[in-house]
């Protein structure tokens, strides 16, 4: 009787009972966590998108803007008037980081956007509500279905002369650059062409009208989703490039094999 108690009490501290406890106690606490971080995150998701509104862009601008845009987008001798820019150019200098501009630099760089995208919304909106401008495009024009090749043809026509046939980007003067466009969103693109950034020329609706938008974008986007096939592009910047290649490598092969061939003959 002593003894099967005592053989019991033996059980019970066995080393497997203290991790089969431990094993639920972090079972409990992660089921815990992981149930109020969830619980956090749906009640922090519903107030954000409902709270933000062009009353909270005003805000947010006058904190973030108005030094350089003025209070009522006036414009100051470090920033250019707002009138009319509309609310898709400011999700895209907002969006691609390129506002608030940081240094005074030739080209405001892309860094990675400071605002979330509901307050980046909310600018917009408080800007377009001041002095409308631009808006956002219908879904159809951004959804790259459009005719790729058409717009390939349209892309080398209007913007190959500065962005490089394969959008691989290219330098202008004075320090100034055209992006490359591999890593653009459809939107993004879509408002370069109507917003027209800093040097880029607007392609307005009487340039390119919003078919021959969809198509660039659609060709954009095909360029983006399929990596070239023929191994190295060397930078895909045609000839130059090409001919750089053959002149460092071909020559240089040369070289060497007639470098060879003499030291053999001796
Ligand atoms: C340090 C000064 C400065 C600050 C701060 C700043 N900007 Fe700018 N902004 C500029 C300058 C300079 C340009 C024009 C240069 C360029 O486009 O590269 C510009 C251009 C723009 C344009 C494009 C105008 C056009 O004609 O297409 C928009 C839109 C814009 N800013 C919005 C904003 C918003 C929104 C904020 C706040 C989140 C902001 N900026 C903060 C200096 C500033
Ligand atoms: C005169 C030269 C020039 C031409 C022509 C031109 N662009 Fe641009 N593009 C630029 C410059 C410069 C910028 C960068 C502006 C900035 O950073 O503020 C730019 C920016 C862009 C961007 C934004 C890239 C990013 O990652 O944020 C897109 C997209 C774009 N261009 C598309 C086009 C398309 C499409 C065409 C033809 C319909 C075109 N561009 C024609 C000079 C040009």
Known sequence: MARETKRRSNGRRSPWAAAALIGIGLLIT???????????????????????TAEDGKKLFQANCATCHGLDL???????????????AVEFQVATGRMPLQASAPQAPQKPPQFTEEQILAIAAY???????????AEETIDGQGDVARGAEL??????????????G??????????????????????????????????????LTT????????SLLFL???????????????????????????IGSLIAITVWITAKSN
């Open 30 to 52: 992660g089921g815990v966590y992981a149930g109020a971080s969830a619980a956090m995150a749906s009640s922090a998701d519903t107030s954000v998108s409902t709270a933000l």
């Open 74 to 88: 006036q414009g100051s001798s470090t920033g250019p008037s707002l009138f009319g820019v509309g609310e898709l």
């Open 127 to 137: 800007v377009q509500s001041m002095a409308p401008g631009p808006v956002f495009p």
């Open 155 to 168: 892309f080398r026509v209007n913007c190959a002369m500065c962005h490089n046939v394969a959008a691989a």
């Open 170 to 207: 290219g330098a202008l003067t004075e320090g100034k650059y055209a992006p490359a466009l591999g890593k653009t969103s459809a939107l993004h693109m879509y408002a370069a062409m109507v917003t027209g950034p800093q040097n880029m020329p607007v392609f307005n609706d009487m340039t």
């Open 224 to 250: 983006q989703q399929n990596e070239s096939p023929g191994g190295f592009s060397l930078g895909s910047l045609g000839p130059v490039s090409e001919g750089l290649f053959i002149w460092i490598f071909g």
């Open 211 to 218: 078919e021959d938008k969809r198509d660039i974008i659609s």
